[in-house]
């Protein structure tokens, strides 16, 4: 279980987090949802020890993450970055067994990368190519394949659709809701793609004015009044144009 109790972080004289209060139960995908700007990625960054909070307290299984329990949560974590956030200069296999080869031969790590590039759709081939060589969405692929490389028991999805057309951003949260399902990781993702929160989360929870203004299930969330407001500013994902049905990616 992870939790924030009162995160509030400042940059000069603008507070971005108010006092977040959060908690996300094992096995459970919450998805942070909030205008541009309000401090999902300044959360995210709190949870991860990024960025030190000015006040308050991020809590793993019930203790405080600090320098003794933090390296063992991120071990425990795989992380989807915005766009995937391939390195160039490693092949696609490199990308996904990144931290696997720090602590294992190059030849058990890459079977593993290639049973990671299969569960996310990608055939053995993909494996030699450069990230250059792929297309957006495949690209998203390995860096899901690289997210959950370790068999993590916490995995955050940033963003992990913006940028793919809705066909495309559809397969990505199917793989991501079907992934968190079997694996019974504990997910956090911070999105915009309302489509995405209805396909991945359990729970949602909408950050504003630096505190969680509504938190509550996803079957909830049509009929909270904040949600509604928020909802009505938000485009949705299935009003605008996307590639034809069965496109490849
Ligand atoms: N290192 C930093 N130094 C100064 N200001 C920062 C820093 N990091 C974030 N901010 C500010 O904090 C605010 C929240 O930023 P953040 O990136 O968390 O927003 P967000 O909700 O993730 O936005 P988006 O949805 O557009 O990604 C912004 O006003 C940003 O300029």
């Known amino acids: ?122 055939a053995p081939e993909t494996a030699d190519l450069m990230p250059a060589q792929l297309s957006g969405g495949m690209a998203r692929r390995v860096g899901l394949a690289r997210a959950i490389a370790d068999d993590p028991a916490v995995i955050f999805f940033d963003e992990p659709t913006t940028g793919l057309d809705p066909i495309r951003a559809r397969r990505i949260d199917d793989l991501i809701r079907g992934i968190v399902r079997e694996t019974g990781a504990t997910a956090i993702t911070i999105t915009h793609d309302m489509d995405s929160v209805r396909a991945v989360g359990d729970r949602v929870a909408l950050l504003q004015d630096g505190r969680i203004r509504w938190q509550g299930t996803t079957e909830a969330m049509q009929d909270a009044a904040p949600m509604a407001a928020f909802l009505g500013r938000v485009p949705d994902r299935r009003q605008q144009q996307g590639a034809a049905p069965g496109a490849p990616d």
């Open 1 to 122: 279980m992870i939790e924030t109790r009162g995160l509030t972080r400042s940059f000069g004289p603008t507070q971005v987090l108010a006092g977040v209060d959060l908690s996300v139960a094992q096995g459970e995908s919450l998805c942070v949802i909030g205008q541009s700007g309000t401090g999902k990625s300044v959360l995210l960054k709190c949870i991860l020890g990024l960025i030190a909070p000015d006040a308050g307290q991020v809590l793993w299984q019930g203790r405080p993450l600090d320098r003794t329990t933090r390296p063992g949560f991120l071990r425990g974590f795989g992380m989807l970055f915005q766009g995937g956030a391939l390195f160039d200069s490693l092949s696609v296999w490199q990308n996904v067994a990144f931290r696997l080869r720090q602590r294992m031969p190059d030849g058990r790590a890459r079977a593993i990368a290639v049973d990671k590039l299969a569960r996310v759709g990608l």
